[in-house]
């Protein structure tokens, strides 16, 4: 008798050692996903039925689901979104370039730079103290207010200002974290080339940095995108500023939800392909790690 033979007579032959796991591990896979999915299912369902068959619901859908109302606002919300979307773009970019400039301060090493490291710390420490939207107030009607020669006073000008100050500081920190995650012999390595502090931080550290951090860059994007919206405060007629103006104007609340609909539409898919994107890297660096 082979030793083959040997092992499929006491059961452990090809489905102990080979290819015969596969087919039962896609099998569990997909009992799985189909719990799953009957699950999710159940559960809006039954969600479905209970707001459905509430006694407040129709008062409900007039006001918040009404479908008129939603064609007759869904115009002017979008023109209003629009500038979000471009507001979002804009600061978006001078964040990723303002924030790392202050991580790479911060992460300059030596007596003579403490004075910088000092200045960077201090803003960090500050401005993380502060809720975005009182930065939003205090930038967006205490600085036009000044009246000072040669400065902005476009409420839009200061909500973008504080909004790129405010994510600039968490942003710092998140730079700052990737490069601290770098190993120290990479930056010893780029010294005894006879690189500058500044040219190991541009050339060594920061682009490996950028690569350790970017799932967590991408958290912020999602994050920004619908903190844009609370520059409405100053006057600003975006999204949800044009539906706050219609709601006043017909007590109808609809907008709201066209609104809400149209920042999902950016942030959803954003989320997913953040996630998508963490997995990958994690399973290359498991990779890499075997």
Known sequence: MSDRSSLDEFGGGPGLFGPP??????????????????????????????????????????????????????????????????????????????SLLIAMIRSLRGPAFFPLRALAIIFIDLIRGIPVILLILLLGFGVPALQLPGVPKSALFWGLTALIISYSAYTAEVYRAGIESVHESQRMS???????????????????????????????FVSLQKDVALVLILGIREAVREADIYAAKTFNYTGYIAAALLFLAVSVPVARFTDWYTERDRRKKQSVGT
């Not at 997909?30 to 999710?40: D, G, K």
């Not at 559960?43 to 918040?64: E, G, K, N, T, Y």
């Not at 005894?192 to 967590?216: C, E, F």
């Open 190 to 220: 780029a010294r005894s080339l006879g690189l500058t502090q500044g040219q190991a931080l541009r050339y060594v550290l920061v682009p490996q940095a950028i690569r350790n951090v970017i799932p967590a860059l991408l958290n912020g």
């Open 21 to 98: 796991h596969a087919p039962r591990g896609r099998e569990e896979g997909t009992r799985a996903a189909l719990i799953a999915f009957v699950s999710t299912i159940i559960f809006l369902v039954v969600a479905l039925w209970a707001i459905l068959s509430s006694d407040a619901w129709p008062a409900v859908q007039r006001q918040f689901f009404n479908w008129d109302h939603f064609v007759e606002v869904f115009p002017d919300v979008l023109g209003g979104f629009w500038l979000d979307v471009k507001m979002f773009l804009f600061a978006e970019i001078v964040i990723l370039a303002f």
